[in-house]
């Protein structure tokens, strides 16, 4: 059980310091004066900077989104603990915790250089149940020092940012500034960054890539997608002899997996609604690029020749103009026969089954943006 602490400072840092504290994003702070380990405290945001410089030479670019969209806010939403501290005073060091931090190494040397030292804090950060909302008037010279609060703070350790193993190993890895263990994942973070704050599907991967990182502790509570009901269904009916059931799933897939198509033609369309027609193509898709397909869904005998050579058909009649450059697909649960898929190879198609069609609508059920079309 977490006993309750009374807590009766605060230690003022800038505000995007203190949102990647409590993302996990850091786990390190520069104060103004060397704490002691043991000393717990809350953190107070402030919109000033350690040293006067623009934004985007303070913060490096994987941060600098987060950054630059933080608004003022006054609200005490984290206390910390000091697990221990640290004093840097030469310029090689720098570049090494630039990139194990959220700093640029401009900013470490321009604070080094007003300060003649770095103060390096390791925090064990800890969320509030809720925040605690105060208003007080900061100079800059109280920037990263103590103020006192109003009235003291209960708080417990119930609700740590980071458990312990992931933050002694952050710990460790800061200390002896050892370079970071996935560099690819933190450029590919530098990337995501600017798309993650307008496109859910990016953040969804950029919270992913923290989670992998360490940057994070709890997974993001997904919601569970209704689709899943019948993506989970793709391979039975495949399987079987409902033809009509599988192309309406097959046509369901493909918008799921971000094709559309505008062509309002019944004999050559993508919407679900409107299939089971006879002497029309199975599916159509225009965006991002023209595909066309058959679909067989069999339940046990063979696929035979008559079924690429109908799309070949079907394919050149109601598309005309558009055939030859589509993408084409055979989705057929059975095996090809020999001149099945000698007729595929001649005619450059793709053949699908259903079991794969269905892992690959599921991936981006559960990893919206995933696939790359």
């Not at 717990?40 to 600098?64: E, G, H, M, Q, R």
């Not at 990139?99 to 103060?119: G, P, V, Y």
Request: net charge neutral; glycine share 4%; with cysteine.
């Amino acid at each position: 059980m977490n006993s309750l602490l009374p807590i009766s400072t605060a230690l003022c840092l800038p505000t995007p310091d203190i949102t990647a504290l409590i993302q996990g994003r850091i786990i390190a702070a520069i104060p103004r004066m060397f704490i002691r380990p043991g000393q717990k405290f809350a953190l107070y945001p402030s919109n000033l900077l350690s040293v006067p410089i623009p934004i985007d030479k303070y913060y490096c670019s994987n941060f600098l989104p987060v950054a630059q969209s933080i608004g003022t806010n006054s609200e005490i939403q984290a206390y910390a603990q000091c697990e221990s501290s640290q004093i840097i005073d030469d310029n090689q060091s720098l570049e090494k915790l630039s990139r194990l931090t959220i700093w640029t190494q401009d900013a470490l040397n321009k604070i080094l250089h007003h300060q003649q030292h770095i103060f390096l804090s390791y925090l064990r950060v800890y969320k509030l149940s809720q925040p605690y909302e105060i208003s007080l008037e900061i100079e800059s010279n109280k920037l990263g020092k103590y103020i006192g609060l109003p009235k003291p703070l209960t708080v417990s350790k119930s609700n740590p940012v980071l458990p312990d193993k992931i933050f002694s190993a952050r710990k460790h890895q800061l200390e002896k500034l050892e370079p970071p263990t996935h560099p690819e994942l933190e450029n590919l973070l530098n990337d995501l960054s600017p798309l993650a704050i307008n496109n859910p599907a990016a953040k969804q991967f950029q919270e992913d890539i923290h989670l992998f990182l360490g940057w994070s502790n709890q997974p993001t509570v997904k919601q569970f997608d209704l689709d899943l009901v019948w993506i989970n269904k793709i391979t039975e009916v495949g399987n079987s002899s409902d033809g009509n059931e599988f192309e309406k799933l097959t046509r369901k897939s493909f918008i799921k997996l971000g094709f559309s198509c505008s062509n309002t033609n019944p004999k050559a369309n993508l919407d679900p609604e409107k299939v089971g027609g006879a002497g029309g193509v199975d599916f159509y898709c225009e965006h991002p690029y023209p595909v066309v397909g058959e679909c067989k869904a069999t339940k046990s005998e063979t696929v035979p020749s008559k079924t690429p050579g109908q799309l070949i058909q079907l394919g050149q009649n109601h598309l005309p103009k558009k055939y030859d450059s589509c993408v084409k697909i055979i989705l057929a649960a059975g095996q090809l026969t020999k001149d099945a898929l000698l007729t595929t190879q001649n005619n450059h198609m793709n053949v699908i089954t259903p079991e794969t069609l269905e892992k690959l609508v599921e991936l981006q059920s559960n990893y919206q943006g995933c696939v790359n079309l």
